[in-house]
């Protein structure tokens, strides 16, 4: 079997586990957007879900939300993990989008990574799920399964994004990125893991990986 052909079943049961996948973080807009991945760092996506009414109920656009302090937004974070320095960009991107961008958030990856506490990875998802443009997010997660099932021997998320970009066509990085999240947290997690009863680690598991 080639490697397109492995890709190309992984895709094919991917799919059909998960043919529409919908963003796990709530939210109405790319404001909120963003501020639900910034907060989702070292964060369960559960957790930030049972987080963000309580903060965009005061404020869901960057006008109200600069009328809270730090030390505000902080303590409705807190269970988020990081509040300190979530806070702090939170409050300091909203100025800026109000200062540069009127109130709106950008749609390049450029100005989207120059704020506050967003990096690549967030900057990413706000790409794709919001403006529909070309990227493949990865976390820690995508990262294990991609080299877990041999589509990268890179050792950095910055490797797996470019093997995972290069293997998979363009058409799907948004869809398959998702559908990999959802497939990890049924079939494929990090700890109790039977690789022999996963849909993809039955077929394609590395080698040096089985028990």
């Not at 269970?79 to 950008?106: A, F, T, W």
Request: charged share 25%.
């Amino acid at each position: 079997m080639t490697k397109a052909e492995k890709v190309s079943d992984i895709l094919n049961i991917l799919d059909k586990h998960f043919p529409k996948p919908e963003v796990p973080l709530h939210h109405k807009d790319a404001y909120t957007l963003l501020i639900s991945v910034l907060l989702s760092a070292q964060c369960t996506d559960e957790r930030v879900n049972k987080t963000t009414p309580s903060l965009f109920k005061m404020a869901d656009n960057p006008y109200d939300m600069i009328k809270l302090s730090v030390e505000e937004i902080r303590e409705i974070i807190k269970p988020c993990g990081l509040s300190p320095m979530k806070s702090k960009g939170i409050h300091g991107l909203s100025q800026i989008l109000i200062d540069r961008y009127n109130g709106e958030v950008p749609n390049t990856f450029e100005a989207l990574e120059s704020l506050p506490a967003v990096g690549h990875k967030t900057a990413s998802v706000v790409m794709t799920q919001w403006f529909n443009i070309p990227a493949f997010p990865v976390d820690t997660h995508i990262h294990r399964l991609a080299y877990r099932w041999g589509l990268t021997n890179g050792k950095s998320v910055e490797q797996t994004e470019k093997d995972l970009k290069r293997l998979i066509p363009e058409s799907k990085w948004n869809v398959a990125h998702l559908q990999i999240i959802y497939f990890g947290r049924a079939f494929c997690p990090a700890r109790g893991h039977i690789w022999t009863e996963c849909p993809i680690c039955s077929k394609y598991m590395r080698k040096d990986l089985r028990d």
